[in-house]
């Protein structure tokens, strides 16, 4: 299976309901909190080109954010995309 990463902080709503969608598909997935750490979140800009929250990496691929996570579920390409 290929790892999954949520980058979250701590007060997100949209964090919550990505890791409720990988939750309910049983997809495993680490959870790094940057709420506090401007060095991560500066990476994080700089890879993503993003500012938000939650920010997910499937392998070492980001695919986005929230919205981004459930489009994928939707089209039916989240499961194959983690090996499942």
């Known amino acids: 299976m290929v ?6 902080t701590k007060v997100c709503p949209y964090c919550v309901r990505a890791k409720a969608l990988l939750d309910r598909r049983g997809i495993p997935y680490a959870e790094v909190d940057v709420t506090h750490d401007p060095e991560k979140r500066s990476w994080l800009v700089e890879t993503t080109g993003r500012r938000t929250v939650p920010q997910i ?3 070492e691929e980001p695919v986005g954010g929230c919205d981004d996570l459930y489009a994928l579920d939707g089209a039916g390409k989240l499961l ?3 090996g499942r």
């Open 57 to 59: 990496f499937i392998g």
């Open 3 to 8: 790892p999954v990463t949520v980058y979250t």
């Open 80 to 82: 194959p995309l983690v």
